[in-house]
C-alpha cells in the first residue's frame, strides 16, 4: 500500500499547485537536501565517505530484503531475516578485511592482533560462510524446500548486487576522491536532467518498464552531463585533496590525502581538430588530461547507467509496487536513488584497471620490507643482475 509521505510543512505550502507540479517541487528541494548532504559528507573526508558508503548499503539491503521477507513471511518459516543480515555480515567481512590489508599493508603488519587477521583472513571468512551455509541447511522444512532455496538465492543475488559494487565504490574511493565524487556527480546530474527536459519537453516514450521516461530526456540528460563532468573535472583536478589517493602515514598514525600529482591532473595542451577550429576559433586548448576521461565516465552514466534504473523498475513491477520505500519523499527509499550508481561503480573500477592503474612501487616495497633478510638480498640481487644486463648499472 502507499501513502502521502510528504512532509506536512510542504503539503500546505504546496496545496494549491496540480499533482504533477507538486510532485516536481516536492522532488526538487528534496533533492537539492541531498545534493546539499553530500557536499557536507565530501567536506568531512574520506573516511566519513567510507562510514557513509557503508550505511547506504546497510540500508539498500534491508529495502530489498523486506521485500522478500514480506513474501517469506506469510508461511511462517524460520531463520530467513536472521541467515539474511548474517551472510551480509560475512561478505562485508570478507570485503573490508581484503581492503585494509591492501591499502593499509603496513598497519597491519604493525599490529600484532591485525597481522593475525590478516593472514588467515580467508579462512576465517570461510568458516563465518560455511557455518551461515548449514544453519540454512537446518532450517529446510518439508513442503517448503522451492520457497526456502528461492529465498537463499534471493539473499545471495542481492549480496552480490549491493555489498559487491558498495566494495568497487570504496576501492575507487582510495584511488583518489575525483574517482569517486566526479561519477556519482555524472549520474546524479543524468538523472536531474532526464528528469528536467522529460518534464518540460518529453514527448515520445522511451521503454515500457518506465512509462514517464522519454526520448527528449535520454537525450538531453546525455549532452548535459558530459558537459557536466568536463567543467566539474576541471574544477576539480586542481587539488591534491581530490586527486591524490588516500594513504596511511606512519609517521602520524593517520590517513592522508597528499601527494605529487600525476600527469593525469596536469594541465597539458591539445590541438583542436581543423573541423572545430573554425567554429570555436582556437587552434589548441588547455586541458587536464583527465578530463578526456570524464567525457567517457560521463557518456557511461548517460547512456548505459539509466539501465540500471530501468532494471530495477522491472523488478518493482515484477512484485507490484511503486517504491522500494518510502525513506526520501517524492524519490522513494534508498535503493529507488541509487539503483544507477551501483552500475557506474563497476564500471569506473574496470576503468581504473584496465586505462589508468599501473604498478605501484611503494606496495611493492612495503611487501618486501616483511620479507625475511635472506629473501630481501635474494630479490636485490636478481634485480641487480636484471638492471646489469639491461646497461642501466
Known sequence: PTS??????????????????????VRGILTLAMITFFFIIIYLGPMVLMTIVMCVQI???????????????SYDLPWFRTLSWYFLLCVNYFF????????????????????????????????????????????LVKKHYRLQFYMFGWTHVTLLI??????????????GMIWFIV???????????AYMFGFFFGRTPLIKLSPKKTWEGFI??????????????????????????????????????????SELFQLQEYNIPLVLQSVVGWKTVRMYPFQIHSIALSTFASLIGPFGGFFASGFKRAFKIKDFA??????????????CQYLMATFVN?????????????????????LRPDQQLHIFNTLKAHLVDKGIL
Open 220 to 261: 538531453g540528460g546525455f549532452f548535459a552531463t558530459v558537459l557536466f563532468g568536463l567543467l566539474l573535472s576541471y574544477v576539480m583536478s586542481g587539488y591534491r585533496c581530490f586527486t591524490c589517493p588516500v594513504e596511511f602515514n606512519n609517521d602520524t598514525n593517520s590517513f592522508t590525502v597528499d601527494c605529487e600529482p
Open 59 to 73: 540500508k539498500c539491503f534491508h529495502e530489498i530484503i523486506t521485500i522478500g521477507y514480506n513474501v517469506y513471511h
Open 326 to 339: 518510502n525513506t526520501i519523499p517524492g524519490h522513494g527509499g534508498i535503493m529507488d536513488r541509487f539503483d
Open 162 to 175: 549491493v555489498v559487491t559494487q558498495s566494495h568497487l565504490i570504496i576501492h575507487n574511493l582510495f584511488e
Open 183 to 193: 561519477p556519482i556527480s555524472c549520474v546524479i546530474c543524468n538523472d536531474i536532467m
Open 350 to 370: 574496470v576503468y581504473i584497471a584496465s586505462f589508468i592503474r599501473g604498478p605501484n612501487p611503494s606496495k611493492l616495497i612495503q611487501q618486501f620490507l616483511t
Open 4 to 25: 502521502d509521505d510528504t512532509p506536512e510543512v510542504l503539503n500546505r505550502a504546496l496545496s494549491n499547485l496540480s499533482s504533477r507540479w507538486k510532485n516536481w517541487w
Open 96 to 139: 573490508y578485511g581484503e581492503t585494509v590489508t591492501d591499502y593499509f599493508f603496513t598497519l597491519v603488519q604493525r599490529e600484532e592482533p591485525l597481522r593475525i587477521l590478516s593472514k588467515y583472513h580467508r579462512f576465517i571468512s570461510f568458516a563465518l560462510y560455511l557455518t551461515g551455509f548449514c544453519m540454512f541447511v537446518l532450517s
